[in-house]
Nanobody, 120 residues
Framework: QVQLQESGPGLVKPSQTLSLTCTVS??????????WSWVRQAPGKVVEWIGY???????YYSSAFNSRTSISRDESKNQFTLQLNSVTPEDTAKYYC????????????WGQGTQVTVSS
């Protein structure tokens, strides 16, 4: 059974960098053919896809976040990390990490999510 767990600060100040880590257990982040994603959902809004890192370490980002987003991984810890720069209160949301197969259109495993509030 694959499990994903998000961790990171619950409160970030405007203009700072948000950094969240997803720790994966029950499966390796280097195993084909899986993609490891970050998504978020703000209150009253639809789920937004932020980006993903593939089993080989390639990264892809939503155009809405591309200029200020970075996803990296630590294979030794079986973790992948989201960095979102220059945050504003509009980045307040619940952030989730999730897994899907390369050719699938749905995620098969999700973390429980972590609430991030951007406020001074």
């Amino acid at each position: 059974q694959v499990q994903l767990q998000e961790s990171g600060p619950g409160l970030v100040k405007p203009s700072q960098t948000l950094s969240l880590t997803c720790t994966v257990s029950g499966g390796s982040i280097t195993t084909k053919p899986y993609y490891w994603s970050w998504v978020r959902q703000a209150p009253g809004k639809v789920v937004e896809w932020i980006g993903y890192i593939t089993y080989s370490g390639s990264t892809y980002y939503s155009s809405a976040f591309n200029s200020r987003t970075s996803i990296s991984r630590d294979e030794s810890k079986n973790q992948f990390t989201l960095q979102l720069n220059s945050v504003t209160p509009e980045d307040t949301a619940k952030y989730y990490c999730a897994r899907r197969e390369a050719t699938a259109d749905k995620y098969d495993y999700w973390g429980q999510g972590t609430q991030v509030t951007v406020s001074s």
